[in-house]
């Protein structure tokens, strides 16, 4: 979870894509999400974790549709129950698969690096301190044990 206003974002993505120019560099370039945890899991720190122990410390995800593979699917399922925010996102000249339009209503189309940015530096602003931050552990203690 997020700590000092950190926020951890995950960002799920098909393997069939060049993610390194579409989502990876675009994202590194920005000021306000270098501020953040990145979680690239095609990065080389992440390769060999397991995806469902990334996904349960993110605060937020960020879903680029296009050209959906079957790890895709099974991380997009488990971003889904996990009842996180999501930002889904779609090429505009490639679009996604209409079965997606069910499961997130919201997907918003991009036509460049700078259009992509604009729209996940928007929703990390929207939860910055209101995730995770300066979480209280919620136990009264009313007393001690001997």
């Keep these: 979870m997020a ?3 950190r926020l951890n974002i995950y960002f799920i993505h098909s393997d069939k894509i060049d993610y ?8 590194l370039r920005s000021n306000i999400l270098s501020k953040h945890e990145l979680v690239f899991t095609a ?6 974790k397991y995806y469902k122990d990334l996904m349960d410390k993110a605060d937020l995800f960020i879903v680029e549709l296009t050209n959906p ?5 099974m991380e997009l399922k488990y971003a889904i129950m996990s009842k996180k925010p999501i930002l889904a996102l779609a090429q505009k ?4 698969d209409a079965k997606y339009q069910k499961l997130l209503p919201n997907v918003i189309g991009y036509g460049n690096e700078e259009e992509f940015r604009y729209f996940v530096e928007t929703f990390v602003k929207n939860y910055e301190g209101k995730l995770g931050a300066g979480v209280v552990d919620p136990t009264i203690v009313l007393g001690e044990l001997k």
């Design 3 to 5: 700590r000092d206003n």
């Design 20 to 27: 390194n120019n579409l989502i990876y560099l675009p994202v």
């Design 43 to 48: 990065s080389n720190n992440n390769r060999d």
């Design 69 to 73: 593979t079957m790890g895709f699917n």
């Design 93 to 96: 000249t490639v679009g996604y």
